[in-house]
């Protein structure tokens, strides 16, 4: 038991200086005012939160888009991650550790250059207006930077990978004896999939879609670099209010409403899984 409690203690002073710390310092700052020069005032208010929800602004335009254009980030990258893990599942398995090997292959360059390569593709020059006008599906290069869909192609591309690879263990786990014994009693396999396999797949997919929700709606060099700074977002407007407003307090703020956010999501999750529990035990059982 002592043995147990010292190898855990760098991981919890670790833990608890590098994030619980800050993330409580930036709570209590959320709710300190900022004076004229931006230097943080030691007087409790709410004037921050206040500002923030009765601000069309930050509530539309910010807070409702991040959460909007996560969703639907989110949405395409289940589609597509799963799509990919049930293809990769189903592989032979020397074709299935090379299928893993490209899935991770973009997790292992730097994000920024990542999306830097995105903005070469999407450019007005590049790949992808070149193949558009190429065919004559558009007279003219299309704009496919510095707008949403240029964020949500960015963001899609950041999160597969980890919907893949959520969704992918599950899928191994799930026996194909399975679906092979509901073929057999007449059932088509595009049917055997729907009743079988993508009921007992579900809490893969809902770990893939709150990973992937968590890393969109916190996504901070995406909208930079693809959005040009016409697509506002939670994370960059904290960042700008700190260092070019200098109010830290309001930044803090910013801060502490998308981790509401974010812990709002982990909380419909837990419930999600709870009761995605029970139509898959009942597949289980039968």
Request: hydrophobic share 60%; net charge positive; no cysteine.
């Amino acid at each position: 038991m002592k043995t147990s409690a010292v190898l855990v203690l760098p991981a919890v002073v670790i833990l608890g200086a590098f994030f619980v710390v800050p993330l409580i310092w930036v709570v209590i700052l959320s709710f300190l005012s900022s004076g004229p020069t931006g230097e943080v005032q030691q007087t409790f208010t709410l004037g921050n939160y206040a500002r923030f929800l009765t601000d069309s602004y930050y509530v539309n335009d910010l807070l409702l888009r991040t959460i909007r254009l996560a969703a639907i980030a989110t949405l395409f990258s289940v589609v597509i991650g799963y799509l990919g893990a049930f293809v990769i599942a189903r592989a032979a398995p020397t074709t299935q550790t090379w299928l893993i090997l490209l899935v991770m292959l973009p997790l292992w360059v730097n994000l920024v250059v990542r999306t830097l390569s995105l903005m070469v593709v999407l450019g007005r020059n590049g790949l992808v207006n070149q193949i558009l006008v190429g065919l004559g599906i558009s007279a003219r290069p299309l704009p496919l930077l510095y707008n949403e869909t240029a964020v949500l192609i960015g963001m899609v591309q950041v999160a597969v990978p980890f919907v893949v690879m959520s969704v992918f263990g599950v899928l191994q786990a799930i026996p194909r004896q399975l679906e092979q014994a509901a073929m057999t009693v007449g059932a088509t396999p595009l049917s055997a999939f729907r009743r079988v396999t993508l009921p007992l797949s579900v809490p893969g997919i809902l770990a893939g879609s709150v990973l992937a929700f968590g890393i969109n709606v916190e996504s901070f060099v995406v909208p930079i670099l693809l959005g040009g700074g016409r697509v506002r977002f939670m994370s960059v407007a904290a960042y700008e209010t700190a260092t070019v407003s200098n109010n830290l307090p309001f930044a803090a703020t910013i801060g502490v409403i998308l981790l509401i956010v974010t812990m709002v999501m982990l909380g419909v999750y837990q419930w999600a899984v709870r009761s995605a529990g029970r139509p898959v035990a009942a597949v289980q059982a039968a």
